[in-house]
């Protein structure tokens, strides 16, 4: 599972950074980034609600 951040639609809230810190951080630009975009097996749960927690649909599933 691949985790991507549409940085067009990000708002830079911090949900995600603050629900998953393995896997997003806030850049100098006050966006989202993925850190590591290959989830890893124990943070995939958080990677979930991530996901489902962003209030503008920025963080996706990539499928490879």
């Known amino acids: 599972m691949k985790a991507k951040v549409i940085r ?11 629900i998953a810190p ?20 124990e943070d995939e749960e958080d990677f979930k609600d991530a996901l489902e927690s962003c209030p503008t649909g920025a963080i996706v599933e990539e499928n490879e």
């Open 22 to 41: 393995n896997i997003f951080e806030i850049d100098d630009e006050g966006l989202s980034k993925t850190i590591n975009p290959e989830v890893k097996k």
């Open 8 to 18: 067009d639609n990000c708002i830079g809230c911090g949900a995600c950074q603050a």
